[in-house]
């Protein structure tokens, strides 16, 4: 399954809200209902960070200025209000297929 | 508190195997599968297969087929991957993540701090 991410650089402005797409090959909604896409940050030097679980839903600890939607092949992860603690490579990965796949990765610059 | 605690960094020659570990601690190792994910100098991440700590299944992408096996030590909260016949482009973070499970399991709940893998003649 190919995950396509735009863009691929973000130049935001702090207090500005952001949005970065991520669209599948194939649909990631589950008969269940949930869609297994995933977003995550790897700020820089670190490993990555989960933000969203099962397209829509925050980790735990993360602020509610993230926002992710979608379903089926498009999803969207939204700022709301960017903060310069926000800055690095967002990824948005599926878990419905094998293999697993990641996007290229958004990143995102003050 | 779930935490990971990766083995060192490791230089290897074209040819060669190698085998990174990741020792989890803060839950109970036998529920929830481990991942393995790298990320090659300045690229994005890349999924390299999952294990069942608790039954020990498997799943790796045909990329990798034949080249990567993923353990588990469930005495030593160990979890194990090993790749072989090394190439140069196979130099890279290797990172272990855990599933976590709010109904449906999803991965990357938590990370490990990744180990360098480098492979140079």
């Known amino acids: 399954t190919v995950m396509t991410q735009s863009p691929l650089s973000l130049p935001v402005t702090p207090g500005e809200p952001a949005s970065i797409s991520c669209k599948s090959s194939?649909?990631?909604?589950?008969?269940?209902?949930?869609?297994?896409l995933h977003w995550y940050l790897q700020k820089p030097g670190q490993s990555p960070q989960l933000l969203i679980y099962?397209?829509?839903n925050r980790a735990s600890g993360v602020p509610d200025r993230f926002s992710g939607s979608g379903s089926g092949t498009d999803f969207t992860l939204k700022i709301s209000r960017v903060e310069a603690e926000d800055v690095g490579v967002y990824y948005c990965?599926?878990?419905?297929?094998?293999?697993?796949?990641f996007g290229q990765g958004t990143r995102l610059e003050i | 508190q779930v935490q990971f605690v990766q083995s060192g960094a490791e230089v290897k020659k074209p040819g060669a195997s190698v085998k990174v570990s990741c020792k989890a601690s803060?839950?109970?190792?036998?529920?929830?599968?481990l991942h393995w994910v790298r990320q090659a100098p300045g690229q994005g991440l890349e999924w390299m297969g999952w294990?069942?700590?608790?039954?020990?299944?498997?799943r790796y992408p045909q990329k990798f087929q034949g080249r990567v096996s993923i353990t588990r030590d469930t005495s030593a909260n160990t979890v194990y991957m090993e790749l072989s016949s090394l190439r140069s482009d196979d130099t890279a973070i290797y990172y272990c993540?855990?599933?976590?499970?709010?109904?449906?399991?999803?991965?990357?709940?938590?990370w490990g701090p990744g180990t360098l893998v480098t492979v140079s003649s």
């Open positions: 993540g855990r599933d976590d499970c709010v109904g449906p399991c999803y991965p990357g709940a938590y």
């Open positions: 194939q649909s990631l909604l589950q008969t269940s209902g949930y869609n297994y």
């Open positions: 294990i069942n700590a608790g039954s020990g299944d498997t």
């Open positions: 803060g839950y109970t190792f036998s529920s929830y599968a």
């Open positions: 990965m599926q878990s419905l297929h094998t293999p697993m796949t």
């Open positions: 099962l397209g829509s």
